[in-house]
């Protein structure tokens, strides 16, 4: 069973800080995910990485792959109040395994 | 619309009725998910379905559940004898092809989700 770890569970912080979301896996991904939800709407795709090692920006939005393909990161610059809500991974390998998701919440 | 629908969006029901969770997808997608998410979790895989082959049903938790897929298209997830821990938000997905391999990058569309209270 291919499992996916994001850290932090919960994130609280003040508009314009910087912030980075992680998730992990001892399991090798073909591609991996990321969406966001928003309460009471399914999660919607922000992107996806394939190359192990690859970066991808999304305004102040920076994912990346790790070489191995088995991590993945998601930093977000100057946060704002509109970047609240659901931080999903998912990894590709068979079926899209889900991480537990990070809740982002930023106060003005 | 275009998107993933699902009906109903609430729904409440006593312990050990059976209630049933339609999904619509979007027109021409071959593949077909269902997951469920507790209150601010991750998503929970219990079937996927694609095209004519046999659906996926590793994710589903126990027996009471059960999923078909008509004419490939709209699904139902029909859960029987329900349970207070089956609570939680029932999601559907979509995609144009599946979401496996290097090949294959199917993005996933969700629907708004039906939230079930077994009360």
């Known amino acids: 069973t291919q499992l996916l770890e994001q850290s932090p569970q919960f994130l609280s912080i003040q508009e314009g800080e910087n912030l980075t979301v992680y998730c992990n896996s001892s399991?090798?991904?073909?591609?991996l995910q990321w969406y966001r939800q928003e309460p009471g709407e399914g999660p919607v795709l922000l992107v996806t990485?394939?190359?192990?090692?690859e970066v991808k920006k999304l305004k102040r939005l920076t994912f990346q792959f790790g070489d191995a393909r088995k991590d993945s990161s998601l930093h977000i610059t100057a946060a704002q109040p509109g970047d609240t809500g659901l931080y999903l991974c998912?990894?590709?390998?068979?079926?899209?395994?889900f991480g537990q998701g990070t809740i982002l919440t930023v106060h003005p | 619309g275009a998107g993933v629908s699902q009906s109903p969006s609430n729904k409440v029901t006593e312990k050990g009725k059976d209630v049933e969770l339609r999904c619509d997808p979007i027109?021409?997608?071959?593949?077909l998910y269902w997951y469920r998410q507790s209150l601010g979790q991750g998503l929970e895989f219990l079937i996927y379905?694609?095209?004519?082959?046999?659906?996926?049903k590793s994710g589903l938790p126990s027996d009471r559940f059960s999923a078909e897929r008509t004419g490939g298209s709209v699904s139902t997830l029909t859960i029987q004898r329900t349970q207070q821990e089956d609570s939680a938000v029932y999601l559907c997905?979509?995609?144009?092809?599946?979401?496996?391999?290097?090949?294959?990058?199917?993005?996933?569309?969700f629907g708004p989700g039906t939230r079930l209270t077994v009360l």
């Open positions: 997905a979509s995609s144009l092809r599946p979401t496996s391999g290097r090949a294959a990058l199917g993005e996933q569309f």
């Open positions: 399991s090798v991904f073909s591609s």
């Open positions: 990485v394939v190359t192990g090692g």
């Open positions: 998912a990894g590709a390998g068979g079926k899209l395994t």
């Open positions: 027109s021409g997608h071959t593949a």
């Open positions: 379905f694609q095209g004519n082959s046999a659906p996926d």
